[in-house]
Structure formats: C-alpha cells, structure tokens
C-alpha cells in the first residue's frame, strides 16, 4: 500500500495526529447515539457477582479477575438503559456468561477444536432443554436458560434458545479457523465474527421489555431482519477496534481490524481506520433503513429497534473504558 494511504485519516479532526487508537477511534468512528446508563447498574453489577459465586463459577482460575477486568453490568446498563432491575439482571448475568464461556472455549479451542465438543454438545443439549447439565458452566447455561423463560414469553425464549445456539455452534467455527496453518481470508473471517457475535440472543430480551410481542410481521419483516444483522455488526465490530492490540499479541485471528490488516497488509492504525470505515458504513445503513421503516412500525416494535440500537451504542462507550481493552489508550497511533 502507498504511504499516501497508510496516512489517511491517522489525524483527529484538528488535523493534529492522533496519539493512539482510542483517539483515532473516538474521532472517526461515527457515533449518532448518546451515552446512556441504567440506573440500576449497580444493583446489577451485585447481582451478577451474587449469581456467578452461587454457580460456582468465580471459584474457577482467573474468572474473578476477568469480571473485573470486563464489567459485563456496565455493558448490560450502557445497552439497556431503560428497563427494569430483572430485565437488566438477566441482560448482566448473560453477558457475563458468554465472557466466560467466549474465553474458555478460545482457550480449549487453541489446543485442538475437537476439545470442545463436549463443552459445546452440553450447551446445546441445555439450550434445546433435553440435558441435565454435569459441569459448572452448563449449570449457569440452564438457570439463565430459566430465568429467560421465567421473564419472557414462550416464543421470545425460543427465539433466544435458538439464536444462543448458534452462536454456540459459531465458537466451534471460530476454532477450527483458528487452527489452519493460514488464516482465514476477509469474507471467512467476517461470517465467523458475525456467528461468535453472541448479540442477537439479546434481542429477543429488548422484545420482552415491550409491552407486548411483535407481530409475526414485524418480526420477520426484511428490513427488520437486516437492521438485526446490521445491529450484530456493528455492535461486535466496534470493540474489534479496541480489542485489536490485545487479539494480535494473543495470536487472535477473528476480529474485524486484524482481518483488514491481513488483506491489506498494511500497519495496525491503517487497518483500524479501514475497518472504522466498514462500520460507519454499516451504521449509516442502520440509521436509513431505520428511518424508512419507522413509520410502520408499532411503539413496540419501535422499542425494539431501539435494544437493537442500544447495542451499538453500548458496545462503544463501554469498550472505551474498561479495562479489558486498556492496550488501545496506550499504542500509538502512527504506521512507522
């Protein structure tokens, strides 16, 4: 690539040259959604540290500095600012589940991806309600499996049932690239991240904060089934950009700045502000079609939307600050 294009954009709108990622993020990135907090979220941050230590799962190595380290009740406040302490509970104890769950499978996966399968043949089994659980984990799966059943109508759990077992199944997808001698080319790459994403299991939770369920053509409108898809996106590509220093230090392959990078071959800064782009792109998107359908849409319908737009939104202002992605304040932002 020229020089003339590793410098693009590697300035903050002063044109003063941006410091470090995080600066070169904040100025970029297209941002239409303001911060937003729950004000229950300290509440919830107690509960999840209440529900994590009741399932045994703060009793296994490095899970209680890695909660620290990722505040899942910060995040679930940021997405869900308006809904209520045991919408927001559950929202908290899931994110904090899949951090587990995302990091123990990365960890058995890089050894081989046939380790795996009994821990993902468990969460399938759970999530399809067939199974008794035989591990910690697998416990954790069934009672927040209850919990959503307990809060949500029977179709919106199966539609969280079914979205969580997909992004089961994308973890064992997410290994197996990870093992080849190459890695994955950009498209690949993309199609995985969107799998291991974790999001769309949420937005059934968004849909039970409504007064009532969407009807079954709202729910499965095209432009609402793309604004999921672009709301997955970009939710998962943003802490990519923060998490980018941190994947290629740990030898992280699936994730969105790294994939340009490799397709580009070209610095770190250079292939954040490419993948910056993607994902202003993507929003944009989001912010049309949203505009479009709207009109049609019914209050609930339009509150759902809105999780969907909480999880942009909250992706963002919690991957600035924690703690968990603290390498992109301190690498500089400049290609040489």
């Known amino acids: 690539m020229s020089t003339t294009h590793e410098e693009v954009g590697l300035v903050t709108?002063?044109?003063?040259?941006?410091?470090?990622?995080?600066?070169?993020?904040?100025?970029?990135?297209?941002?239409?959604?303001?911060?937003l907090s729950n004000a229950h979220a300290s509440r919830a941050a107690t509960g999840v540290d209440t529900w994590l230590r009741t399932c045994g799962l703060t009793d296994e190595l490095g899970v209680e500095a890695m909660i620290a380290f990722t505040r899942p009740a910060e995040l679930a406040s940021c997405i869900s600012p308006t809904v209520e302490l045991d919408l927001l509970q559950i929202v908290a104890n899931q994110i904090a589940y899949q951090f587990i769950f995302d990091d123990r499978a990365e960890e058995?996966?890089?050894?081989?991806?046939?380790?795996?399968?009994?821990?993902?043949s468990e969460s399938i089994s759970v999530l399809r309600g067939d199974a008794r659980p035989s591990t910690p984990l697998g416990a954790a799966l069934a009672d927040l499996h209850r919990q959503v059943r307990e809060r949500c109508t029977p179709a919106q759990a199966a539609r969280w049932a079914c979205k969580s077992r997909e992004y089961v199944h994308g973890l064992l997808y997410e290994a197996v690239a990870q093992a080849q001698p190459l890695p994955p080319h950009m498209a690949l790459s993309t199609s995985i991240r969107s799998l291991t994403a974790g999001v769309e299991p949420f937005f059934p939770l968004a849909e039970a904060a409504q007064p009532h369920e969407l009807s079954p053509d709202e729910l499965h409108h095209p432009a609402m089934q793309r604004l999921s898809r672009l709301s997955a996106d970009a939710a998962v590509w943003i802490p990519d950009l923060f998490s980018a220093v941190k994947e290629q230090r740990t030898g992280g392959m699936i994730n969105l700045a790294l994939a340009h990078q490799r397709a580009h071959r070209c610095s770190l800064p250079t292939a954040v502000m490419l993948a910056i782009r993607q994902i202003n792109g993507t929003i944009r998107e989001f912010e049309r079609l949203y505009e479009e359908i709207k009109p049609e849409l019914s209050p609930a319908a339009i509150g759902y939307v809105d999780g969907m737009v909480g999880w942009i939104r909250g992706c963002y202002y919690w991957s600035r600050s924690v703690p968990r992605y603290a390498d992109a304040a301190l690498t500089p932002a400049h290609t040489h």
């Open 13 to 35: 709108q002063g044109g003063i040259p941006a410091s470090n990622l995080t600066e070169l993020i904040d100025t970029h990135l297209h941002m239409p959604f303001p911060f």
């Open 108 to 120: 058995i996966g890089r050894r081989s991806p046939a380790l795996l399968l009994p821990m993902l």
